[in-house]
């Protein structure tokens, strides 16, 4: 049993799906981390993943192009976004309340589409999907090429926007106006920086990149959609970003712990273990939950996380 399963987790297949499981997590925490930097919580990645999938799904089987439903999953994500900052930022609605509201209004409204749209059926209408692009060169690599280099373009955009998000972060001016926002929007204000556009264009961003990572899910690979098909995936990505403390970087690093896990536990049941898959399926979300309990330590959250900012107020 043990070396079956070293052979599993040394293979290039298990590589692959590691990868493609990360990507979804990685692309919601990526956007997440603007927001949550400027000092919105946004736990509604999770909704906005949802969405982004039905949507990118509907659009790419009713109109036959793969294109135009990853338009239509940004259109739908930049909309949940910036309904999300009206209500956070303009509303002062508290956050978790309103992403709370969003994640449930998500999981009905897709489900009573779906089966409005296609009725009761247990058959997969498949939709077109992405097409793996094959990196000149580089995918001829051997191993190497097959394992990195030959993704759909969702993927390569998720591991791209680690060393963006840091560079911009840390690196320029529009990243020194988000954590100054974050960190004391009074002060930013006071300097000059617009508190509410930044925070407004940040949880826009965030809801943006949250619908690619669903729309990765339903026509990166898969061309369907299912019930509740992110499953608790962007709440990893949120739990992500705290596990990375709120930088690039590590968060990066713990959507590939749990991308990971993810993959292990399908290899784990096409092995066909005699135990139950549910037990299996429990995996991502176990070791999602022991990190955050044994590993993360004190989290460095913004100073203003949660809090809506007034301007005329002292």
């Known amino acids: 049993m043990l070396s079956d ?8 297949d298990f590589l692959i799906a590691s990868i493609r499981m990360t990507t979804p997590l990685l692309l919601a925490a990526m956007g997440g981390i603007y927001s949550e930097k400027t000092g919105v919580l946004n736990i509604s990645l999770e909704g906005m993943m949802l969405v982004g999938a039905f949507t990118g799904y509907y659009i790419s089987y009713s109109s036959g192009s793969a294109a135009a439903g990853i338009i239509a999953a940004i259109i739908i994500g930049a909309l949940m976004g910036l309904f999300h900052a009206l209500m956070t930022v303009t509303l002062r609605c508290d956050q978790v309340v309103m992403a709370v509201g969003i994640n449930v209004f998500a999981l009905g409204v897709t489900s009573s589409l779906f ?3 296609f009725g009761v059926t247990t058959s997969q209408l498949e ?6 692009i094959a990196i000149p060169i580089l995918s001829k690599i051997p191993v190497i090429g097959s394992v ?5 373009w969702l993927v390569y955009l998720a591991f791209l926007m680690v060393p963006v998000t840091h560079y911009i972060m840390f690196y320029t001016n529009w990243g020194l106006n988000i954590r100054s926002v974050g960190e004391h929007p009074r002060a930013a204000d006071t300097l000059g920086v617009n508190v509410y556009a930044v925070r407004y264009i940040c949880v826009t961003f965030s809801g943006i990149m949250a619908a690619l990572g669903g729309a990765s899910l339903s026509i990166g690979g898969l061309n369907s959609f299912l019930d509740n098909m992110t499953a608790g995936r962007g709440f990893i990505a949120f739990a992500a970003i705290i596990f990375g403390k709120f930088n690039p970087i590590g968060t990066f690093l713990a959507c590939l712990l749990f991308g990971t896990a993810d993959a292990f536990q399908l290899r784990l049941q096409a092995m066909g273990s005699p135990l139950p898959h549910h037990l299996f399926l429990m995996l991502p979300y176990l070791v999602t939950l022991l990190t955050l309990i044994f590993f993360v330590g004190p989290s460095i959250a913004p100073r203003s996380q949660g809090v809506p900012y007034v301007r005329d107020e002292r």
């Open 148 to 152: 990195f280099f030959e993704h759909i």
């Open 115 to 117: 089966r409005t749209l």
């Open 127 to 132: 939709s077109p999907g992405l097409e793996p």
């Open 5 to 12: 399963l070293l052979a599993v987790v040394g293979s290039a």
